[in-house]
């Protein structure tokens, strides 16, 4: 029988449990998805611990926003799809069907052709990341030359692909981490400076120093509380902050009078919204697959763990690392 993982409950990736579980059948506007490989995502973590943007309707439930296999079945309506051809899930609201699993039914629209030339585990490992740094980074903040942005944990996957597309615009990418090993890393990435974050860093200070004293155009920050009011006194007129996380665990209050000073404005971001819409889906889609065929985008594997792993491979994903790239599951199947 098909595997499935779910918890049984808010209590975080250590309640998951494999089961076994009936084939599911795809309903009107569904395909179903044979899986070959998944992906973890620090959305799927929030949702396990009910600090997302969205919750679970009951339990047990399956998490996993991001998948790569091979249309397994069609449901009624249904059109643009062939069985047998390579796939990969787009992050959406997907209430308890995610895809930790053998086969799952997906919404047709949330599905994008694999790029060529990709392994199932490359194709599961692409579109969270490079998708949700897109929108903020070329189509809301239009970044390019001239331009400042500040990426913070910029070794996390989405940060690190905020610094890969924004240096493809020819922007100025600032970004900041903790660990000094990681500069680098960061600098090959597309960072035009690195900003080492000690409990004493004055943050504003150094951007300051990297843009000339223009402040920074755009913010790219997953962190939560303990970041924003460090790197506010820097914001240039008109900036924007994506808000996208709260790694630090706490949600910030604003910096209002950097804020109004600089007339800036602060918006929380979920990459869902933009999938969502069928106009921004399609141009995410076709940046990313035009830029992975073009070689300026690559996926970035840090490990792959079985299917029976999942457990392991969220206890290795939940300590600092000194590896960066996705963690992926491969199931196995072909």
Known sequence: MPREWVIHGHDG?????????PMPQPGPGQVRLKIGAFALNWGDMDLMLDRYSFSFPSFPARI?????GVVDA????????????????LPYFYDNDGTSAD?????????????????????????????????????????????SMLVTAATGTAGNAALHIGRLAGANMIGTTRDPGSVDYLIDS?????IVTADDT???????KVTNGQGVDAVFDPVGAGMIHRYSPALAKGAQIFFYGTLDGEFPTLPFVDMFQANATFKPYSLFNYVEDDA???RGVAFVTQALADG?????????YPMDGYRDAWAYLSQPRDSHGKVVIATGQK
């Open 190 to 194: 597309g960072a035009s400076h690195v």
């Open 13 to 21: 990736w250590q309640g998951l449990d494999l089961i076994e579980a």
């Open 64 to 68: 996993g926003m991001e998948a790569a």
């Open 103 to 147: 086969y799952a039914c997906v919404d047709a629209r949330y599905l994008a052709p694999t790029p060529p030339g990709l392994s199932p585990v490359e194709a599961a490992s692409i579109w969270m990341q490079f998708m949700t740094a897109y929108y903020p980074v070329m189509e809301l903040a239009r970044a390019g030359p001239g331009t």
């Open 202 to 208: 004055d943050i504003a200070a150094e951007i300051a």
């Open 280 to 282: 921004a889906r399609a």
């Open 296 to 304: 300026r985008l690559a996926p970035q594997i840090d490990r792959v």
């Open 74 to 89: 069609l449901g009624e309506g249904v059109t643009g799809w062939e069985i047998g051809q390579h796939v990969g899930t």
